[in-house]
C-alpha cells in the first residue's frame, strides 16, 4: 500500500517561506507523476503544481506568478514544494498525491493515492 506523508508546514508572516516536504512509501515513486494541491476552509481543492516522473517537467497554476516551486528526489522518495513570498490568501490544507500513469495533471480526480495534509498558515 502506497502511503504519503506531508510535512512542513506551519505559521509564517506573509512575505515568509516554507518548504513542504512529502515522503512516499510502499510504491515506486519514480514512476509517479506527483502534485500538490490546497484546500481553504470553506472552498474545494485547489491544484498547484505537478512534476513528472523524473522530474524533467513541471506544471504549476498560472495564478501562482512564479511563487512556488515543486521539486523531487528520487533517491529519496520525496516530493517537495517551495513557497516563497507567502499571503495571507495561501493559508490552507496542502497535500500531496501520486499519478500510477505519470501523467502530470492539474485534475485531482487524476491522482490515486493522497497525502493527509499539512496546515499552512500565513499571518498578515
Known amino acids: 500500500q502506497v502511503h504519503l506523508v506531508e510535512s512542513g508546514g506551519g505559521l509564517v508572516q506573509a512575505g515568509g517561506s516554507l518548504r513542504l516536504s512529502c515522503a512516499v512509501s510502499?510504491?515506486?515513486?519514480?514512476?509517479?507523476?506527483m502534485g500538490w494541491f490546497r484546500q481553504a476552509p470553506g472552498k474545494g481543492r485547489e491544484f498547484l503544481a505537478s512534476i513528472g516522473r523524473s522530474g524533467g517537467g513541471t506544471y504549476y497554476a498560472s495564478f501562482l506568478e512564479g511563487r512556488f516551486t515543486i521539486s523531487r528526489d528520487n533517491a529519496k522518495n520525496t516530493l517537495y514544494l517551495q513557497m516563497n513570498r507567502l499571503k495571507h490568501e495561501d493559508t490552507a490544507v496542502y497535500y500531496c498525491?501520486?499519478?500510477?500513469?505519470?501523467?502530470?495533471?492539474?485534475?485531482?480526480?487524476?491522482?490515486?493515492?493522497w497525502g493527509q495534509g499539512t496546515q499552512v498558515t500565513v499571518s498578515s
Open positions: 510502499g510504491g515506486t515513486f519514480s514512476t509517479y507523476a
Open positions: 498525491a501520486a499519478e500510477k500513469g505519470g501523467d502530470m495533471s492539474g485534475i485531482d480526480s487524476m491522482y490515486d493515492y
